[in-house]
């Protein structure tokens, strides 16, 4: 005979404690006028963002400028000192070639 009020079997008694899920709060959706003030709100800070690199891509510029300004100065002092060089080297070139000639007249008279 078996007895409805028999406690269950010790394998189908519960074991561990059931924690109900937390039900999620109902969060209403932003209005219409509030999306529109944070997306322009994010625009703004945007383009202040953009002001401050299209500045500091200027001030870069500025300083390319004034370099390749410093960079042309060096060189045309370069090029005038090979010109002033190269007039050197052509008098000694001249005083050599002079001095040649008078070696082969000495030599020749001798």
């Known amino acids: 005979m078996s007895d409805a009020n028999?406690?269950?079997?010790?394998?189908?008694?519960?074991?561990?404690?059931?924690?109900?899920?937390?039900?999620?709060?109902?969060?209403?959706?932003?209005?219409?006028d509030q999306r529109l003030g944070d997306a322009l709100g994010r625009l703004d800070a945007a383009l202040a963002a953009q002001r401050a690199a299209v500045a500091d891509w200027r001030l870069a510029i500025a300083d390319v400028r004034a370099t390749v300004g410093r960079l042309g100065d060096g060189l045309?002092?370069?090029?005038?000192?090979?010109?002033?060089?190269?007039?050197?080297?052509?008098?000694?070139?001249?005083?050599?070639?002079?001095?040649?000639?008078?070696?082969?007249?000495?030599?020749?008279?001798?």
Do not use: M
């Open 6 to 32: 028999a406690a269950p079997p010790p394998a189908a008694r519960p074991t561990a404690a059931i924690i109900p899920f937390p039900r999620p709060l109902s969060v209403q959706p932003p209005a219409a």
């Open 76 to 110: 045309r002092r370069y090029d005038a000192a090979l010109g002033t060089l190269g007039q050197d080297v052509a008098a000694v070139g001249a005083q050599a070639r002079s001095l040649e000639r008078w070696a082969d007249g000495v030599s020749a008279k001798g």
